[in-house]
Nanobody
Framework: QVQLVESGGGLVQAGGSLRLSCAASGRTSSIYGMGWFRQETGKEREFVAAISWRGDRTDYLDSVKGRFTISRDSAKNTAYLQMNSLKPEDTAVYYC??????????????????????WGQGTQVTVSS
């Protein structure tokens, strides 16, 4: 099994920055990559960003492009989400997630929630105006 723990959330003013961390433990060799999702109160969870271990390819929600950066430190089994120029509409619970690695013949679409097998507990990000 793989366990994921998010940290780094908090309360910031609009225009501020936060860096979220997602530490993985357990059978981390089974992870294909990592993604970040968020869920605003009363809304569905949505994709934010993802990174593949293969070539460090990344993908982002359009509304965060240029403001958020996903990265990883393989030695620490940790992924990060650097969030700059935060806006009130970024307020949400942020979750990290990881898809299980099955085969080199299967490349999951990391933008899609159902591709993920492991989830963290979430960390609250609140951006005030």
């Amino acid at each position: 099994q793989v366990q994921l723990v998010e940290s780094g959330g908090g309360l910031v003013q609009a225009g501020g920055s936060l860096r979220l961390s997602c530490a993985a433990s357990g059978r981390t060799s089974s992870i294909y990559g990592m993604g970040w999702f968020r869920q605003e109160t009363g809304k569905e969870r949505e994709f934010v960003a993802a990174i593949s271990w293969r070539g460090d390819r990344t993908d982002y929600l359009d509304s965060v492009k240029g403001r958020f950066t996903i990265s990883r430190d393989s030695a620490k089994n940790t992924a990060y989400l650097q969030m700059n120029s935060l806006k009130p509409e970024d307020t949400a619970v942020y979750y990290c997630a990881a898809p299980h690695y099955y085969s080199s013949e299967y490349e999951p679409d990391l933008r899609v929630e159902y591709e993920y097998d492991y989830w963290g507990q979430g960390t609250q990000v609140t951006v005030s105006s």
